[in-house]
């Protein structure tokens, strides 16, 4: 700045000027502190800096909205099942997509914990950020291939997720949807087929079969 120039910033709606006590200026960089007693509203504030000189000649900062207050901590939007898509399944492998109401940092399988009754047959293998608030969370180990019973995906004591303004994730309850896997990796009771010699080319056949709630029974005779 030459000599006769003043520097002011404005944001929030007041203008601070060099020397004010709040703006300072060392060499070619400025530093405001806003006081408290001038303290902004959360959201989105444009922040102008202008220096003026003697004659009255001024030039202001090219940038907009350069301010963003969050004070807003961040929250879990919903746990679903990404991969497989159905509860019920024996895949060694079950993927959660994870989704948050904001863009969030920090966040790796240290965050996250298993709940269920087969909680401890698996391990967080894998967190894959989809985006900024979306992140999948892939659960696998050799004892889950085989496991039977419920998997979810919850949030360890020491997790320290946070927004981009630094806000912690305080709940860790999702608002929304929070789905978990049935893994049953147990094989239906045999059926068996009675034994028949006949001279009818068309024959009744006969067996056995527990057929339980979502199983199905088929019979096939070879050519
Ligand atoms: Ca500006
Ligand atoms: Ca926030
Ligand atoms: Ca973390
Ligand atoms: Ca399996």
């Not at 895949?91 to 269920?116: C, I, K, Y």
């Not at 496991?147 to 360890?156: D, K, M, Q, V």
Request: aromatic share 4%.
């Amino acid at each position: 700045m030459g000599a006769g120039e003043t520097l002011t910033v404005t944001v929030g709606g007041v203008t601070y000027t060099a020397g004010d006590g709040n703006l300072a200026l060392s060499g070619t960089s400025w530093t405001l502190a806003v006081p408290g007693g001038n303290a902004l509203t959360a959201g989105t504030h444009a922040v102008t800096a202008t220096v003026t000189d003697a004659a009255g000649n001024a030039a202001s900062d090219a940038t907009t909205n350069e301010l963003v207050v969050d004070t807003t901590a961040p929250t879990v939007t919903s746990v679903v099942r990404q991969s497989p898509a159905g509860s019920t399944t024996n895949a060694d492998s079950v993927t959660f997509r994870v989704t948050f109401s904001e863009g969030v940092q920090n966040v790796d399988a240290a965050d996250f914990a298993l709940t269920g009754t087969a909680a401890s047959s698996g391990t967080i293998t894998g967190v894959n950020a989809v985006s900024a608030s979306v992140y999948d969370v892939t659960v696998a180990g050799a004892s889950l291939a085989n496991a039977n019973g419920t998997l979810g995906l919850g949030f360890a004591g020491g997790q320290n997720v946070r927004d981009t303004a630094t806000n912690p994730l305080a709940d860790t309850t999702p608002t929304g949807a929070n789905q978990t896997y049935t893994l049953d990796n147990t094989a239906p009771a045999a059926p068996t087929v009675t034994p028949l010699t006949t001279k009818d080319t068309a024959p009744t056949l006969t067996g056995t079969a527990t057929v339980g709630a979502g199983e199905t029974l088929a019979v096939t005779v070879a050519a």
